[in-house]
Nanobody, 124 residues
């Protein structure tokens, strides 16, 4: 069982930055690929990006590529989402998710565990 807790959300002006954190419980965090997803009001959940369980591979949705960066610190059981050049359309609840021994799929159903989410609001 893995529990995920996101933090770092908030209100930021367009063009600003935020760093989200997702801390995982358990001793096997390093064996999980970690993904970030988001869901805006009235919209379906969408993939943001992911990092493989080894940490050597990341990939991103086209909408955030070049602006968002995912990293992980296995010693701290934490994965990060650095968000730069934020836009109002990035406003959403952001979720992290864990996929055992995964490579970081973009399909949400691949993931075994989910956090409760953290709200990110970008004002224009």
């Amino acid at each position: 069982q893995v529990q995920l807790v996101e933090s770092g959300g908030g209100l930021v002006q367009a063009g600003g930055s935020l760093r989200l954190s997702c801390e995982a419980s358990g001793r096997t965090f390093s064996r999980y690929a970690m993904g970030w997803f988001r869901q805006a009001p009235g919209k379906e959940r969408e993939f943001v990006g992911a990092i493989s369980w080894r940490g050597g591979s990341t990939h991103y949705a086209d909408s955030v590529k070049g602006r968002f960066t995912i990293s992980r610190d296995n010693a701290k059981n934490t994965v990060y989402l650095q968000m730069n050049s934020l836009k109002p359309e990035d406003t959403a609840v952001y979720y992290c998710a864990a996929d055992h021994m995964g490579w970081g799929a973009s399909l949400g159903s691949t993931y075994d565990y989910w956090g409760q989410g953290t709200q990110v609001t970008v004002s224009s």
